[in-house]
Nanobody, 124 residues
Framework: QVQLVESGGGLVQAGGSLRLSCAAS????????VAWFRQAPGKEREFVAV????????PCTDAVKGRFAISRDNAKNTVSLQMNSLKPEDTAVYYC?????????????????WGQGTQVTVSS
């Protein structure tokens, strides 16, 4: 069992940066693949980035490629999402999600542990 808590969201101007953190409970967190998803009002939840238990990450979704980066620190049971050059279209609730395995899935229904989400708002 893993519990996830996101933090680091907030209001930022376009071009600014934020760093989101996902703190996990559970001794076996290092065995989980963790992803970030986001959901804007009226839109479906979309994949942002993923890192497996070995620290390998898959390319971020095209919309954030080159601006966002995911990383994990298993010693601290945390996964971070560094977001640079933010745009108004990045405005959404950001969720971290986890499942026990190594495949870096991009589909939200394949993840069975979710945090409560953190709001990111980018003003123009």
């Amino acid at each position: 069992q893993v519990q996830l808590v996101e933090s680091g969201g907030g209001l930022v101007q376009a071009g600014g940066s934020l760093r989101l953190s996902c703190a996990a409970s559970g001794r076996t967190f290092g065995s989980y693949t963790v992803a970030w998803f986001r959901q804007a009002p009226g839109k479906e939840r979309e994949f942002v980035a993923v890192v497996n238990r070995n620290g390998d990450s898959a390319p971020c979704t095209d919309a954030v490629k080159g601006r966002f980066a995911i990383s994990r620190d298993n010693a601290k049971n945390t996964v971070s999402l560094q977001m640079n050059s933010l745009k108004p279209e990045d405005t959404a609730v950001y969720y971290c999600a986890a499942y026990f395995g190594t495949t870096m899935f991009r589909l939200p229904y394949l993840y069975n542990y979710w945090g409560q989400g953190t709001q990111v708002t980018v003003s123009s």
